[in-house]
């Protein structure tokens, strides 16, 4: 149940990214950009992820040329197929444009996936996703003497794009629609129960979007810019939520110009404007990012800022650093230094991807980061073997928490994940290792610990944070094209004032399958193998041993 809302929400929603960040290499025999599944670790969904974590990130140690995104819309919640060798007719063999896959499991899991990339001609792409998956059935509860919970939770997402080439622009249009259908933990006391209309709720989110952008090297500079309308509503009022819609008119975009081969200046900027019908306060958001790049054989410089201003809800002008310096050295070594920040729009959609049972009592705040500083050693001594060694220091205002569920207390039952909002800081630091040998063995292993600060009156708000994670994952080729993965989960909790430490997160799963015809994958996979009761992050408790199989299929 672990990862369900943070992996779907990005996939499904195709969220808008800013325009620097790296867009995948096209093919350029082609002229085509391909999106497929990872034949060797299909994704079989349990129910939402485990818990939001500061963002680390990992500088590529290849030298090579950084092309910023001149989409507004790169798909980056797919993975991209290499294109084919040339065979020794050379005729270029044409890589798989569609994907599905179907999965079954215990406690009525599903999981379905189809997707398809249609070149309708030179200059006009298609491409269509969608997905369902949920469960149901019973769960541990976190009420001891209501035995089982029956949870039921299931997901449907649907998106369509269309993109079409002019000789120096390019025309997009798009849309995606949700439907989250699931019912809360149940209630004990009688007299708060009348308080609910109905334990079932129903969020509906959709989108809409028309964009333009350069066809790259046509231009003097690059630009992209999209606009659009979001709207998500609820159909059930619970105490403290009452059913209405949020809509937001979304617009992102950025231009960049190139002042020689290894020098680029541009901006970026993104703008929303939140509608409510519900009991909040209607806001605008404008977050514009300048900045200057300098990449050549050894060094990956980029120096801006994030420039916020907010008209409401938290109202005024908020700054923060953009600021990351890369060095290569001896070709497989890099060393960097990152100064990041920023304010992240905490709408629906987002608390949404904290938890899928999300509830506040007042509105929710944007969170923001002045700094976010990061330093890391990452090195490739040999062919296969990697290592990353990093540490950071984060502060932020409004930081999102999921407090104590405190199910005792029949003043305020927690029937539904409660968010909360607080300063924190959090200094982190760990080490990761990884190897590959061809495509036939890989593992990877790394350990992170997390510090982190709150005043003394908030923290309970600690009581479901991560205090030291460790994440190992194996995968290998046992015979032909059978494969066998493993992956195991640790996180321990942080000591939340005077409360008992929530108990770890403690997960193993197994996977395996087999590949017919370099095309058809037939898998199981068997996760929560050591059947631990335990609540995530979002604040309920996942589902114990549970298992699924399925197939998938590339075409």
Not at 100 to 111: F, K, Q, S, T
Not at 406 to 431: R, W
Request: net charge negative.
């Amino acid at each position: 149940m672990k990862h369900i809302s943070a992996i779907l929400v990005a996939a499904a929603l195709s969220p808008v990214v800013k325009g620097y960040a790296q867009e995948q290499v096209k093919d350029s025999t082609l002229n085509r950009t391909v999106v497929v599944e990872n034949q060797y670790n299909p994704e079989v969904m349990d129910a939402f992820k485990v818990n939001v974590l500061p963002k680390v990130e990992e500088p590529a140690v290849a030298k090579q040329h950084i092309d910023y995104a001149t989409s507004v819309r790169p798909l980056t919640s797919w993975g991209f197929s290499p294109m084919e060798a040339i065979t020794s007719e050379q005729k270029q063999v044409d890589a798989p444009r569609g994907y599905i896959r179907g999965a079954y499991g215990n406690r009525n899991n599903v999981d379905l996936k189809a997707s398809y990339l249609w070149d309708i001609s030179r200059k006009d792409r298609l491409q269509f996703m969608a997905s369902l998956y949920g469960m149901n059935g019973n769960i541990s509860s976190l009420l001891p003497e209501e035995g089982e919970w029956k949870s039921r939770f299931y997901r449907t997402d649907v998106s369509l794009d269309y993109k079409h080439d002019f000789r120096t622009v390019s025309l997009s249009l798009g849309g995606a629609f949700v439907s989250q259908v699931f019912n809360y933990m149940p209630v004990r006391d009688e007299s708060i129960q009348n308080l609910y209309e109905t334990s079932r709720q129903r969020y509906t989110l959709g989108e809409g979007y028309v964009g333009i952008a350069s066809v790259e090297g046509e231009l003097p500079v690059e630009f992209s810019l999209q606009t659009g309308l979001r709207s998500f509503s609820r159909k059930y009022d619970i105490p403290y939520m009452r059913h209405g819609s949020e809509n937001i008119f979304h617009t992102v975009g950025f231009i960049s110009g190139a002042l020689n081969e290894e020098q680029h200046v541009g901006i970026a900027l993104g703008m929303d404007n939140l509608i409510y019908d519900a009991e909040q306060a209607d806001y605008t958001l404008l977050q514009l990012n300048p900045y200057y790049t300098l990449e050549n054989d050894n060094i990956r410089l980029r120096v801006g800022a994030h420039v916020d201003w907010q008209s409401a809800n938290g109202s005024g002008i908020k700054a923060a650093p953009d600021v990351k310096l890369d060095y290569t050295f001896a070709d497989t070594y890099v060393a960097y230094l990152h100064a990041t920040g920023g304010t992240r729009l905490n709408d629906f959609r987002q608390q949404n991807e904290e938890s899928p049972y999300w509830g506040v009592i007042n509105q929710m705040r944007t969170s923001y980061t002045p700094a976010d500083l990061q330093v890391g050693f990452k090195a490739s001594p040999l062919p296969g073997l990697g290592f990353h060694l990093f540490g950071g220091y984060r502060v932020t205002k409004d930081e999102i928490f999921h407090p104590y569920p405190d199910i005792t207390d029949t003043d305020f039952p927690y029937c539904y994940s409660l968010l909360m909002q607080e300063k924190a800081k959090v200094g982190y630091g760990g080490i990761k290792a990884a190897y590959g040998y061809k495509d036939i063995f890989d593992f990877s292993v790394g350990g992170t610990y997390y510090g982190w600060n709150v005043k003394d009156e908030a923290k309970v708000l600690l009581y479901l944070k991560p205090e030291f994670v460790l994440d190992a994952s194996a995968r290998a080729k046992v015979y032909d094209e059978f494969w066998i993965s493993a992956a195991y989960r640790y996180e321990g909790r942080v000591k939340a004032g005077e409360l008992e430490k929530a108990d770890a997160i403690n997960n193993l799963s197994l996977s395996a399958g087999y590949e017919f015809f370099n095309s058809l994958n037939v898998f199981v996979r068997f996760n929560n193998l050591l059947n631990q009761d335990y609540i995530t992050e979002a604040g309920y408790p996942v589902q114990g041993f549970n298992a699924m199989a399925g197939v998938s299929f590339r075409f």
